[in-house]
Structures are given as C-alpha cells and as structure tokens.
C-alpha cells in the first residue's frame, strides 16, 4: 500500500516537473527582458516556497506519528509476542516461527558476523517491514500479521557471496 | 593558438572519467541482464561486478565533477595546476589497485564496504584482495583531498575565510550583495567544507578496517563504523553534484546573456545544504533502531529540508534563466538544462523514501538505486556531457551534428528507462544488490538491461565526439608547431 502511494506520488510529481520544464524550454524561443521576468517570478518563489515548506510539514507530522520501532498504539492491553533473531552468513535462526492472525511480533535482530538485512514478505511477496541487524547491537521492530500464509523473510543487506540465498520462512495461520 | 592554463589537463580528466562510466555501464547491464535472467556468469562474479560498478561510478563522477569545478573556480581564484595533475596521477594508482584488489583478489565487499564484511567474507576473498582495495579507495580520496586543500587555501586567500566563501558577511549585512562572490567560489566553498569532512571519516574508516583485516584482534565499535562509512559515502557522492552544478550556473548564464547572482536567498541556500549535506547522512540508518530516535526523525526532517534549497533557488533559478531568454540552444547547453531536471526528479523519490515509515518498506530495496541513477545519471553525468560540449564549442574544427542530437534524445529516454526500471522494481519490493531474482522480479530488471545498452551507446557517441576533438587538435598543434 505504501510502496504503490510512494510510486504514484513520484510519477505525478516528476511528470509535473517534466511539464514544467517542458513548458520553460518551449517559451525560450522568444526574447523578454529579464529584470519584469525577475520580479514576476522571485514573486511566485515566494508563494511556491511557502506551499512546499507547508507540504513538507504536513508529511513530516503523518509520517511521524507512528513509528515502527516503537511499539503500536493499537496493541494497548494485548499481548505482544517477543521474537529473538539470529543472523549468520547465510541464514537466519528464529526461536519462534508459527504465529496466528492478527498476532503482534517484537523482532529483536541481531547478527553472529557481518551487518545482514532482515526484511518481512508477505505471502504476496511484498516487504511489510525490516530492521537491520548488526553485530553486537540488536535492533527491534514490531509487526502485525494481518493475513494468513508462508512469510519470507529475506537478508536485506549485502553480507557476501550467498547473500540472495540468505532466506527464511514463517508460517501465520 | 594555444590553449587556456589547464584547459588541457581538464580534457584528459574528463575522458577518464567518461571512459570509466562508460565501461562501469556495461557492468550495470551485465548485472541488469543476470537479475532478469538472460545470462548467467554466478554470484561471485556478480559481486565483484556490483563493487567495482559502485566504485567506479562515484570515482567517475568525483573525477570529472573536480574537473568542472577547478576549471570555473579557477577564473576567480589562483589555483595550483600540479595539484590538479597530481590528483589525476594518484586516482589512476588508486583505481588500478581497486581493479586489481577486485578482479585479481576477488574483493566483493560493495563500495560500501560496512565493517566488518571485509575482514569476514566467508571465504569469497582474503586480506590481499581487501587491503589492495582498501587500500587504492584511500589514495583515490587523497588525491580529491589535496585538491580541496588547494582549493580551499586559494578562497582563503583572495577571500579571507571559507565564511566569506560562502558569503556569510553578506547574510549578515557587513557587504552589499553586489560585492558577493561569484556563484562559482560560493559552490567550491561547500564543496570544500563537506569533502573534507567526508575524507575525514572516511579516512578514519578505512583505517580501522585496514586494521581489522590484518589483526582481527583489533576491534571497534559497528554502530560508528557504520555512521562514519554514511557519512562517507553519502557526503561524498552528494558533492558531485554540488560541484557539478557550478557548470549549470556559468553555461547558462553566459549562454543565455543573464547572469546569475549570488543573492541573500542563494547564499542562505548555500549554506543550508553546506549544513545538510553533512548532516543528513542518518536517513541511511533509519532501520538501525539502536541509533538515537531524535537522530533519525532528524535524519528524515533535514532531509526533506535539504530538497529546499535545490528545488526553490537552484532548480527554479535555472528555469527563470532560460524563461523566454531567446537561447539558441547547443548541445552543452542543451545538456545542462536538462540535468537540472535529472537532478530535481531524483530529489523526489529520495525525499519520500526518507520519511521513516516509508524507509521501513522500501530501504534496499531497488528503489533507492532508482532515486540515484536518476540523480546522477540524469544530473551529474548530464552535467559532466554539457560541460564537455560546451568546453570545445568555440574553439574547433568539429561541430556537433544529427549524431549528436540523436544521442541526446537517446540518452534522456535510456537513462529514463534505466531509473525507472529500478524504481518499479522498488515499487514491487525488489531486493537490491542480489545476484538473481525471483521470476516476478525479472521483467523490470530486463527492460533496464536493455535501456543500459541504448545509454551505453548515447554515451559512446558522446565519448566519440570528443576523441576526434582531441585527435583534430593535436593535429592543429603539429601543423602550428611544423609552421613555426
């Protein structure tokens, strides 16, 4: 869901700019002073500046309200279900790996070696969340599961020369 | 008729530079073309590939980035061409004991090398193949290092502080905004204020690995390595466009006959990304969550601010510029204009993968390559071209021609379908960096395989342009010298 907002967000702001610039080499073609140019537009800079810092702001506050490291405000009261992972060159060891719908995980991440990646497909294969997971620190996310299926779990962070071999599965029914 | 100080030296710098991102092209496609599953060489290859096409493509473009911003900074300041030349002497050491740590050793840690991969590669290459890599990364940085220097000491000089490089007493009403530097000096002076920086950490960095791959005894901690290889790195490649940029400021300006002042709102711009640019580097650790949360929600605001400063004085300044300006247009300036709009359509699918809950789905996976191959492919690499065309455009017996103009229309809709290749990939939760793909994965990395080849062959005619340039030169110069 987010990925496919983010997507349409960039296409229609880079087709925007496209126009715009489009537009701006179309009209050099004719000649104008540039000083009532200058003051036209340093004018409408003014206006575009303030609209973007304004957007910017209004994205900032939405996108800061939840954070997925900290824990979810819709599990108040609910139990949630610490899972300790492992990460070696080139895999992973999860104490736990069977889970129920609608089940609330804490993933604390962390790595025997080298820096892995330790993302969460969804059984459409879309990447619902991940954490890094590096030595000698451990990193912790939350997640719920929200659909049954076969969850794939992926090294998301290149550790050497199986690195696209380094996978896992979690089953939530 | 004898060419300007350096003009030389700057030529052979950026036909370097263009041959090596022509030739770290061809490994982007091989690696395109293995993930989409149309040929196959295995994973150690594919890695070494991915190294030395990150290496190379930054070395590149931190080359003929240099090459733009000596040459214009030099016109207001008294810069050392031995500087110059010794740069060029120590990036071609450094590049060839990359080459050699990478093909000859087998080194595949990624550009990025994070601690403490090269040191523990499960056996894929050893401490030969790390340190010789480690190693040419150092000198190549030495060699950018020595020319900030030189650059720096010469603002100091005509100037008086790299504050008044960036015009801060003209901010603070001590000078009138006629007397400001020139967009030029104002540019170097970031430059030289952010790289320093990132040699600094990087240096560091690669000290401790060095280290660790000869005695793995000696350990330290992973959190900072992997603060000080970001702030490295992303300092670093940042700053090519910072330096780049200078050449949209003086080829649009001069071509357009409108100049381009450093105002109040451009110097505070200026000193906005100087701050950011060093500073943003956390939004690369957003799925560290040990780090400070303050430093990550941070890391997601100064990076929003920091589109600011390109999208409302530089991106907006280059539009008015050229605004019924009567430009005739040329490939160089051609070039430029259109790397301003390379550069702002990267800004944005950077911008959105910094926010935090946005990072959490699409971190590593391809879209952040998408973001930066339209950032650098459809800005710095644009600028780099227009500042070639643009450098011989008055003084040579080859004039562009349909050729040309048929590999600039190529090479906009090529690198196009390359970024956006990478971007849909992101968009569907394509992992980068893997050596192959799941089926569903193929298709976009195909498509950009491809869109590389038509790049690789724009970029070719490009390249071709300018070797016939230098060969119709030396040519002039034998017949002058005959004729004296």
Same mark, same amino acid.
């Given at each position: 869901?987010?990925?496919?907002?983010?997507?349409?967000?960039?296409?229609?702001?880079?087709?925007?700019?496209?126009?715009?610039?489009?537009?701006?080499?179309?009209?050099?073609?004719?000649?104008?002073?540039?000083?009532?140019?200058?003051?036209?537009?340093?004018?409408?800079?003014?206006?575009?500046?303030?609209?973007?810092?304004?957007?910017?702001?209004?994205?900032?506050?939405?996108?800061?309200?939840?954070?997925?490291?900290?824990?979810?405000?819709?599990?108040?009261?609910?139990?949630?279900?610490?899972?300790?992972?492992?990460?070696?060159?080139?895999?992973?060891?999860?104490?736990?790996?069977?889970?129920?719908?609608?089940?609330?995980?804490?993933?604390?991440?962390?790595?025997?070696?080298?820096?892995?990646?330790?993302?969460?497909?969804?059984?459409?294969?879309?990447?619902?969340?991940?954490?890094?997971?590096?030595?000698?620190?451990?990193?912790?996310?939350?997640?719920?599961?929200?659909?049954?299926?076969?969850?794939?779990?992926?090294?998301?962070?290149?550790?050497?020369?199986?690195?696209?071999?380094?996978?896992?599965?979690?089953?939530?029914? | #008729?004898?060419?300007?100080?350096?003009?030389?030296?700057?030529?052979?710098?950026?036909?370097?530079?263009?041959?090596?991102?022509?030739?770290?092209?061809?490994?982007?496609?091989? #690696?395109?073309?293995?993930?989409?599953?149309?040929?196959?060489?295995?994973?150690?290859?594919?890695?070494?590939?991915?190294?030395?096409?990150?290496?190379?493509?930054?070395?590149?473009?931190?080359?003929?980035?240099?090459?733009?911003?000596?040459?214009?900074?030099?016109?207001?300041?008294?810069?050392?061409?031995?500087?110059?030349?010794?740069?060029?002497?120590?990036?071609?050491?450094?590049?060839?004991?990359?080459?050699?740590?990478?093909?000859?050793?087998?080194?595949?840690?990624?550009?990025?090398?994070?601690?403490?991969?090269?040191? &523990?590669?499960?056996?894929?290459?050893?401490?030969?193949?790390?340190?010789?890599?480690?190693?040419?990364?150092?000198?190549?940085?030495?060699?950018?290092?020595?020319?900030?220097?030189?650059?720096?000491?010469?603002?100091?000089?005509?100037?008086?502080?790299?504050?008044?490089?960036?015009?801060?007493?003209?901010?603070?009403?001590?000078?009138?905004?006629?007397?400001?530097?020139?967009?030029?000096?104002?540019?170097?002076?970031?430059?030289?204020?952010?790289?320093?920086?990132?040699?600094?950490?990087?240096? &560091?960095?690669?000290?401790?690995?060095?280290?660790?791959?000869?005695?793995?005894?000696?350990?330290?901690?992973?959190?900072?390595?992997?603060?000080? +290889?970001? =702030?490295?790195?992303?300092?670093?490649?940042?700053?090519?466009?910072?330096?780049?940029?200078?050449?949209?400021?003086?080829?649009?300006?001069?071509?357009?006959?409108?100049?381009?002042?450093?105002?109040?709102?451009?110097?505070?711009?200026?000193?906005?990304?100087?701050?950011?640019?060093?500073? $943003?580097?956390?939004?690369?650790?957003?799925?560290?969550?040990?780090?400070?949360?303050? =430093?990550?929600?941070?890391?997601?605001?100064?990076?929003?601010?920091?589109?600011?400063?390109?999208?409302?004085?530089?991106?907006?300044?280059?539009?008015?510029?050229?605004?019924?300006?009567?430009?005739?247009?040329?490939?160089?300036?051609?070039? &430029?204009?259109?790397?301003?709009?390379?550069?702002?359509?990267? $800004?944005?699918?950077?911008?959105?993968?910094?926010?935090?809950?946005?990072?959490? $789905?699409?971190?590593? +996976?391809?879209?952040?390559?998408?973001?930066?191959?339209?950032? #650098?492919?459809?800005?710095?690499?644009?600028?780099?071209?227009?500042? #070639?065309?643009?450098?011989?455009?008055?003084?040579?017996?080859?004039?562009?021609?349909?050729?040309?103009?048929?590999?600039?229309?190529?090479?906009?809709?090529?690198?196009?379908? $390359?970024?956006?290749?990478?971007? +849909?990939? %992101?968009?569907?939760? +394509?992992?980068?960096?893997?050596?192959?793909?799941?089926?569903?994965?193929?298709?976009?990395?195909?498509?950009? %395989?491809?869109?590389?080849?038509?790049?690789?062959?724009?970029?070719?005619?490009? &390249?071709?342009?300018?070797?016939?340039?230098?060969?119709?030169?030396?040519?002039?110069?034998?017949?002058?010298?005959?004729?004296?």
């Amino acid at each position: 869901m987010i990925q496919l907002i983010v997507w349409y967000a960039t296409l229609l702001f880079i087709i925007l700019l496209a126009v715009v610039f489009g537009w701006v080499a179309f009209s050099s073609k004719k000649k104008q002073d540039y000083a009532p140019i200058i003051k036209r537009w340093y004018k409408a800079r003014s206006i575009y500046g303030v609209l973007l810092v304004v957007l910017m702001l209004v994205v900032t506050i939405y996108t800061l309200r939840e954070l997925p490291f900290n824990e979810p405000s819709h599990v108040e009261g609910v139990e949630v279900i610490p899972v300790h992972v492992e990460a070696f060159q080139f895999g992973f060891e999860l104490n736990m790996t069977e889970f129920s719908v609608g089940d609330t995980v804490e993933f604390n991440v962390t790595t025997k070696d080298v820096t892995h990646g330790f993302g969460v497909y969804d059984p459409d294969m879309v990447l619902v969340g991940q954490t890094q997971a590096m030595p000698e620190y451990t990193n912790t996310f939350y997640l719920t599961f929200d659909q049954p299926g076969t969850y794939q779990v992926l090294c998301l962070e290149y550790c050497g020369l199986a690195h696209h071999m380094m996978m896992t599965e979690m089953v939530v029914k | #008729m004898r060419m300007e100080k350096g003009k030389s030296t700057i030529i052979q710098q950026l036909i370097i530079a263009a041959m090596m991102i022509i030739l770290m092209m061809g490994f982007g496609v091989l #690696m395109l073309l293995q993930q989409g599953g149309v040929v196959d060489f295995g994973p150690a290859a594919f890695y070494q590939f991915l190294t030395i096409h990150g290496t190379g493509m930054i070395g590149g473009a931190v080359l003929a980035a240099t090459a733009i911003m000596w040459y214009f900074l030099n016109k207001y300041v008294k810069l050392s061409l031995s500087v110059l030349k010794l740069n060029i002497v120590l990036f071609v050491l450094g590049v060839v004991m990359i080459i050699v740590g990478v093909f000859a050793f087998e080194f595949s840690g990624s550009w990025t090398f994070l601690y403490p991969l090269p040191a &523990i590669s499960s056996g894929a290459w050893g401490t030969a193949g790390a340190l010789t890599y480690l190693i040419g990364l150092q000198l190549v940085g030495l060699g950018l290092l020595i020319v900030l220097l030189d650059a720096g000491r010469a603002i100091i000089q005509k100037y008086g502080s790299l504050g008044k490089g960036l015009g801060w007493d003209v901010i603070t009403g001590k000078k009138r905004e006629q007397d400001a530097p020139p967009a030029a000096v104002v540019a170097s002076t970031m430059v030289v204020i952010v790289d320093t920086a990132a040699l600094l950490s990087g240096t &560091i960095v690669i000290f401790m690995n060095i280290i660790h791959v000869i005695n793995p005894a000696f350990t330290f901690d992973p959190l900072l390595a992997k603060n000080l +290889t970001f =702030a490295f790195g992303h300092i670093l490649a940042n700053s090519t466009i910072y330096m780049a940029v200078i050449a949209v400021y003086e080829i649009l300006s001069r071509s357009t006959g409108r100049p381009w002042k450093s105002n109040k709102a451009f110097l505070i711009a200026w000193t906005m990304s100087t701050l950011f640019t060093m500073i $943003v580097y956390p939004h690369h650790l957003l799925q560290d969550t040990v780090m400070p949360t303050w =430093a990550l929600i941070v890391g997601q605001v100064l990076s929003f601010a920091n589109g600011l400063p390109v999208l409302v004085i530089t991106a907006y300044g280059a539009l008015m510029i050229v605004y019924k300006s009567g430009i005739k247009w040329r490939m160089g300036s051609s070039l &430029i204009f259109l790397s301003m709009f390379g550069w702002t359509a990267g $800004v944005i699918p950077a911008i959105l993968d910094s926010a935090i809950m946005v990072n959490h $789905v699409m971190h590593n +996976t391809k879209w952040v390559p998408g973001h930066f191959h339209m950032y #650098m492919g459809l800005g710095v690499i644009a600028m780099l071209f227009g500042f #070639m065309y643009y450098l011989v455009q008055n003084d040579q017996s080859i004039r562009p021609n349909q050729l040309d103009r048929f590999a600039f229309c190529l090479y906009t809709l090529s690198i196009l379908g $390359v970024s956006f290749s990478f971007l +849909t990939s %992101g968009a569907i939760s +394509t992992p980068r960096k893997f050596a192959t793909h799941f089926e569903q994965w193929q298709a976009p990395a195909i498509f950009g %395989g491809v869109s590389g080849i038509f790049l690789m062959i724009a970029i070719g005619i490009f &390249i071709i342009y300018f070797i016939r340039y230098m060969v119709n030169r030396n040519k002039d110069f034998s017949v002058e010298k005959e004729i004296a």
